[in-house]
């Protein structure tokens, strides 16, 4: 060793030392994990790393120093931070091994534990036993159905044993909040944080490709004191399930008391070592060389040409498509708004399944970019049958096409063609309401987000039934058609679409539109719909926003399943802020939470006359008016039409809706819905 490496040795001890003084490290070399573990490193002195591979079969690699986990006056958790990139490489495509794990463990290795579904963890008496105090986040790549695993590519939280605590499919929330599934045993490095934050009691564990930057949102989010689990000192390590069948690589590490770990530095990402698949098909298997290139090449030539003719196809069809379209002399008038059926066409891929972007009652909505412009746009294709009402039905278009505001979701413009109307919306990347309240798990709307969701939403009625020239009704107000943009604004998207669906319908069979739960009772009776039905609708929604539930939920306790019943009892027994979701822990604004839900069921009272107009419920949320003195009276006072909504609610929906349980998976007409 020449002396310049050696005080470069030195060096790194000592900044090591000196710098994280036992409240971290950072570790830039490499080791796999199978049958006995090796340490790699590229950097760093082997000190860092204890292993051990002398128990069982299962391998173990251990930090050599343990860590103060907790507050010895106290006995709390202290936060910790720690990141790693994995890679498990394997040359078996149909099985590759039960995968690995990050635990958190007494002493420097986890004795007595059992490779294969046990993961290196675990033993089959000790499993599940508080004595363990072992807390692991296991990377499993096999479906064990012993553990109650949900599928073979997951992450979990194990405490004290294998049936995860928490536990979800591998994959990640790109910024655009759709989800992304990873494969754990694809072979290309991931990489994975496990952060305990002390002051809220939070494990997160987040994982995505390290091509991408962590994502904000964790895949886990558990909320547990783990003090119980902790004893003060506890060593860190990863243990694998072993076996042949394939490698589990650490390709980074690093970790950190009380701050966040630091990043690992992915320019010295080492290389790994590839599965030995490649020189499997080298090895022949009955085919030469010269007969797989002619193989490819004739699949190639024929795939060309299958691929000429059906594009040949294609192009024709899409022109005679275009011929078909016939602009009448009164269309011009509105000529701007409307699109050539070729240009959507085009724009949606020729309305593929994979630019699908949501189904709903009223048709499809499909992701595109336009043509030349390459603006995003959403597309949704409504099947009209009939053809008289189509003069009133463009009129309606243009209505709507004219409404602006900027809690609105804009309309661009429409396409016509045979039976089939389109139109063109501004694209909203983010999605809708109903996949920040329902879909995402882990993603909390805070209520600050929440309450300017519910004036958002507030202020576009208003604009539609007060300060355009002519009342528009919604008539189908819920979180499926409220879109949020980049910077958490809510958008109304849908207006004004029920009514032009009416035109060409005959009125007496015409559905009553709008989505069960948020219907209100008067229309069930009389079937005609006014700026009362909105108020309804918006008083659930408000309810709904505060309490993070939807109005039906079958899967409560009974006296919960009717969420204004619930609020209303829970108002009777002055206990109306137990109704607001449990996930905001108490993070609220008491006065607004409490305005919000007396003004939700003020809006959803089932005499339509007592409920306020748009006006005022936004000058009530905007604090310039009050609520009535004697609001919790007039709230109270509920006549014969609330037990009818009741019985509406529970029995007999029209539009052949026929059960509670569908009540939740009906989605009537969603603009981005599920
Ligand atoms: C390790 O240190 C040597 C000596 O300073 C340096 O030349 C080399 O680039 C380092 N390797 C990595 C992967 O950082
Ligand atoms: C590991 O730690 C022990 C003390 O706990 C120490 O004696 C030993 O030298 C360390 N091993 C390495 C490889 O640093
Ligand atoms: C432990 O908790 C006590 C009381 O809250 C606090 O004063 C002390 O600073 C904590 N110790 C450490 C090491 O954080
Ligand atoms: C399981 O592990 C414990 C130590 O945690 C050990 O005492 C016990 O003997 C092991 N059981 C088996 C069956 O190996
Ligand atoms: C854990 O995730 C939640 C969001 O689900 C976030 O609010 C919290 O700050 C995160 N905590 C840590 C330690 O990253
Ligand atoms: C690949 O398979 C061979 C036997 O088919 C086995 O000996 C080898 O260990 C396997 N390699 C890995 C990385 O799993
Ligand atoms: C990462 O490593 C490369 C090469 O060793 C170095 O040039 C770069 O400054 C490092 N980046 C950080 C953020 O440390
Ligand atoms: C698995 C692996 O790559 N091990 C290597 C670790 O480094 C030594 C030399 O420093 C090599 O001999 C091993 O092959």
Redesign the pocket.
């Known amino acids: 060793m020449s002396s310049k490496i050696l005080m470069l040795y030195f060096f790194l001890k000592l900044a090591f030392a000196g710098k994280n003084n036992h409240a971290g490290f950072l570790f830039d070399g490499y080791f796999k994990l199978s049958g006995s573990a090796e340490v790699n490193q590229t950097n760093m002195s082997s000190e860092v790393i204890f292993t051990d591979s002398g128990l069982s079969e299962a391998s173990q690699v251990f930090y050599n120093d343990s860590f103060k986990f907790k507050n010895s006056t106290t006995g709390s958790v202290f936060s910790f931070s720690t990141t790693f990139i994995f890679a498990v490489?394997?040359?078996d495509t149909e099985f590759s091994g039960h995968g690995l794990a990050f635990a958190i463990s007494p002493s420097k290795g986890i004795p007595g534990a059992f490779p294969n579904q046990y993961l290196g963890l675990f033993n089959a008496t000790n499993n599940g036993k508080d004595s363990n105090h072992v807390v692991a986040v296991e990377l499993d790549t096999d479906q064990d159905f012993q553990f109650n695993d949900r599928d073979d590519n997951h992450l979990g939280i194990d405490i004290n044993g294998l049936v995860s605590v928490e536990s979800a499919t591998a994959g990640y929330y790109n910024n655009q909040w759709n989800f992304k599934v990873l494969d754990l045993k694809s072979g290309n490095p991931l990489q994975v944080w496990v952060e305990y934050e002390s002051s809220n009691q939070k494990l997160n564990v987040t994982i995505h490709p390290i091509s991408v930057p962590k994502p904000k949102l964790p895949l886990l989010s558990l909320k547990r004191d783990l003090s119980p689990y902790f004893f003060e000192f506890m060593y860190v390590g990863f243990s694998s399930s072993s076996g042949?069948?394939?490698?589990h690589y650490i390709l980074g590490w690093s970790f950190r008391m009380n701050g966040q770990a630091e990043e690992i530095n992915l320019s010295r990402l080492p290389h790994i070592p590839r599965?030995?698949g490649e020189n499997e098909e080298g090895a022949g298997d009955g085919y030469s060389k010269k007969q797989k290139i002619l193989v490819v090449v004739l699949s190639l030539t024929g795939g060309i040409f299958l691929l000429l003719l059906i594009f040949g196809a294609l192009v024709m069809i899409s022109r005679r498509r275009k011929f078909i379209q016939v602009l009448e002399d009164w269309e011009v008038l509105y000529g701007p708004h409307r699109f050539s059926y070729k240009d959507l066409f085009i724009a949606t891929k020729g309305f593929r399944d994979r630019q699908l972007l949501g189904k709903g009652g009223f048709g499809r909505v499909y992701k595109g970019i336009l043509p030349f412009s390459n603006v995003q746009i959403a597309v949704k294709r409504i099947s009209h049958d009939s053809r008289q009402g189509i003069r009133e039905f463009v009129a309606e278009i243009a209505t709507i096409g004219r409404l602006r505001h900027p809690n609105l979701v804009r309309l661009l413009g429409y396409c016509r063609r045979e039976s089939e109307l389109f139109l063109v919306y501004d694209y909203m990347p983010n999605g809708s309401l109903d996949k920040f309240l329902y879909q995402i798990p882990n993603y909390i709307l805070n209520w600050k987000q929440r309450f300017k969701i519910i004036k958002d939403v507030a202020a576009a009625l208003f604009y539609l039934h007060q300060q355009w020239v002519q009342v528009i009704i919604h008539r189908d107000i819920k979180p499926a058609n409220v879109l949020i943009d980049n910077d958490m604004n809510a958008k109304l998207g849908d207006f004004g679409l029920a009514r032009l669906c009416d035109h060409g319908n005959d009125p007496q069979t015409s559905h009553v539109a709008g989505t069960p739960g948020y219907i209100d009772p008067d229309i069930v009776q009389s079937g005609k719909s006014n700026t009362c039905t909105d108020l309804y609708a918006f008083g659930v929604f408000m309810l709904e926003v505060t309490c993070g539930r939807r109005p039906v939920d079958p899967r409560t306790s009974q006296e919960k399943v009717m969420l204004i019943d619930w609020v209303l009892n829970c108002l009777d027994n002055d206990a109306i802020l137990d109704t607001i979701d449990s996930r905001l822990a108490n993070e609220y604004v008491l006065h607004e939470a409490e305005l919000v839900l007396k003004l939700g069921l003020l809006c959803s009272h089932p005499v339509a006359a007592v409920r306020p107009s748009m006006s005022t419920v936004v000058q009530i949320l905007d604090g310039a008016a009050q609520l009535p003195e004697n609001v919790s009276a007039i709230i109270k006072s509920r006549d014969s039409g609330y037990a009818f909504c009741q019985a509406g609610l529970a029995n007999e929906f029209p539009s052949g809706i026929t059960s509670i349980a569908s009540l939740t998976v009906t989605e009537s007409f969603a603009y981005y819905g599920r």
């Open positions: 490489v394997s040359n042949s069948k394939s490698s599965s030995t």
